[in-house]
Each structure stands twice: as structure tokens, then as C-alpha cells.
């Protein structure tokens, strides 16, 4: 399948990108191996670190949730490939990786009936050039409750830093309100996913 490419870091935020530490979140999800690299994964205190992509809206709902008191409701226009973007709780610092190592990326998910999304990982370098994407299965939204959603995908050769996202897989025919909670991205033990499809690099940006 020939991978779809969006250009993760917007141009001004990545003389940022190299100034900033690494510092891992807690608690790596089961089987994830690992730590878990981001900082605000169930947005209890606010939606730090959540982009909307593509024209999309979120906001913290403290009405629903999957664990915890909160979730991230994602409002997503009618356009292929919206949803929303998992970065440093900074909102410009992207989440560093090492190349040839396995990552596990998963969430809890509910939405609107019928509509189709999948998870990605955008690869870039430690300098945040764009490098690859690499796609997930593609799932149906769950409706009523939430269901959780994972894949596991191989950093490519020179990567050194990581966009995971959430996003429409086709464009939906109408808007669709989504809510995410328990944004899980960690080091993968005994992973053996292949890497992915190498792409051209797009001028495509997130909008917060």
C-alpha cells in the first residue's frame, strides 16, 4: 500500500525541535514495552499536546471517558485524512525515537457509527525533516463505549523523532465527532513489524 505522507512540525516550531530534552510520560501501556513517551495521554488536566490536523476542532470533555475524568472530543470536517496529531505537551516538540527500533502506538477510541480511521506514525529526523509514514490497520469507529486501537511499526534508518496521529481514512461524507483518551506510544519489546514504505515529503501542516 503506498503510504499517505502529511508533514507533521510546522516550519517555524522546528528550530524548537533540537533545543528540548527528551523526557518520557508514565506508564507504557501492557505489552508496550516500555515507558510511555507522551505527556498528557489522557488529557486530564487540559489538551496540551493534542493538534487538531486538517481543519479539525478538539476541546477537553470531561463528560466521558475511558479511564480517568476526561477524554479529548475531536470534531472532523469532511475531509480524507483530518483527525488529530499526539505531540510533547509543548504542543511543538515532536517525540523522540531511535531508527531500526519498534514502537507500539495505541488508544482508546469511540465515535461515530460506520466511519472508517487508522492510526500513523510520521517519521522524521532529529533535525525534523519529514522522512516516512507509517499506516495502521484501518478500523471502524466503535459507538457507545470505547475500544482500544494499536499497532506496532519499525522507526526507519536515520529517524529521530515521531508524529503519532489519529485520522479519517476516507473522507467521511459529513462531519464526525470523535473522542480519543489513553494515548499510549512506547518503545515495542520483540517487535517485528516491518518499516515503512518510504514516501515523498508533503507541504501539508497541522492546524492547532
Same mark, same amino acid.
Given at each position: 500500500?503506498?503510504?499517505?505522507?502529511?508533514?507533521?512540525?510546522?516550519?517555524?516550531?522546528?528550530?524548537?525541535?533540537?533545543?528540548?530534552?527528551?523526557? &518520557? #510520560?508514565?506508564?507504557?501501556?501492557? &505489552?508496550?514495552?516500555?515507558? !510511555?513517551?507522551?505527556?498528557?495521554? /489522557?488529557?486530564?488536566? +487540559?489538551?496540551? #499536546?493534542? =493538534?487538531?490536523? !486538517? !481543519?479539525?476542532?478538539?476541546?477537553?470533555?470531561?463528560?466521558?471517558?475511558?479511564? &480517568?475524568?476526561?477524554?479529548?472530543?475531536?470534531?472532523?470536517?469532511?475531509?480524507?485524512?483530518?483527525?488529530?496529531?499526539?505531540?510533547?505537551?509543548?504542543?511543538?516538540?515532536?517525540?523522540?525515537?531511535? &531508527?531500526?527500533? #519498534?514502537?507500539?502506538?495505541?488508544?482508546?477510541?469511540?465515535?461515530?457509527? +460506520?466511519?472508517?480511521?487508522?492510526?500513523?506514525?510520521?517519521?522524521?529526523?532529529?533535525?525534523?525533516? @519529514? =522522512?516516512?509514514?507509517?499506516? +495502521?490497520?484501518?478500523?471502524?469507529?466503535?459507538?457507545?463505549? @470505547?475500544?482500544?486501537?494499536?499497532?506496532?511499526?519499525?522507526?526507519?534508518?536515520?529517524?529521530?523523532?515521531?508524529?503519532?496521529?489519529?485520522?479519517?481514512?476516507?473522507?467521511? +461524507?459529513?462531519?464526525?465527532?470523535?473522542?480519543?483518551? !489513553?494515548?499510549?506510544?512506547?518503545?515495542?519489546?520483540?517487535? /517485528?513489524?516491518?518499516?515503512?514504505?518510504?514516501?515523498?515529503?508533503?507541504?501539508?501542516?497541522?492546524?492547532?
Amino acid at each position: 500500500m503506498k503510504a499517505i505522507v502529511r508533514l507533521a512540525a510546522p516550519v517555524a516550531a522546528l528550530a524548537l525541535l533540537l533545543a528540548v530534552t527528551a523526557c &518520557g #510520560g508514565s506508564g507504557g501501556g501492557p &505489552g508496550s514495552g516500555g515507558d !510511555n513517551l507522551l505527556e498528557n495521554p /489522557s488529557a486530564e488536566e +487540559g489538551i496540551e #499536546g493534542y =493538534l487538531g490536523h !486538517n !481543519n479539525v476542532s478538539i476541546r477537553q470533555d470531561t463528560t466521558t471517558a475511558s479511564q &480517568g475524568k476526561a477524554s479529548v472530543n475531536v470534531s472532523i470536517s469532511d475531509a480524507q485524512g483530518a483527525g488529530v496529531q499526539f505531540w510533547k505537551a509543548d504542543g511543538v516538540t515532536m517525540t523522540p525515537v531511535s &531508527g531500526g527500533q #519498534g514502537y507500539r502506538f495505541s488508544l482508546d477510541v469511540k465515535g461515530d457509527v +460506520g466511519k472508517s480511521m487508522r492510526l500513523e506514525v510520521l517519521w522524521h529526523s532529529s533535525g525534523g525533516a @519529514f =522522512l516516512e509514514t507509517s499506516l +495502521g490497520p484501518i478500523f471502524f469507529l466503535p459507538v457507545g463505549s @470505547f475500544s482500544q486501537e494499536e499497532f506496532t511499526a519499525v522507526a526507519p534508518d536515520g529517524a529521530g523523532l515521531a508524529v503519532p496521529q489519529l485520522v479519517t481514512d476516507a473522507a467521511p +461524507g459529513q462531519a464526525i465527532t470523535v473522542w480519543v483518551d !489513553n494515548v499510549q506510544f512506547a518503545q515495542a519489546s520483540g517487535s /517485528s513489524s516491518p518499516a515503512a514504505t518510504a514516501s515523498p515529503a508533503s507541504t501539508a501542516s497541522p492546524t492547532p
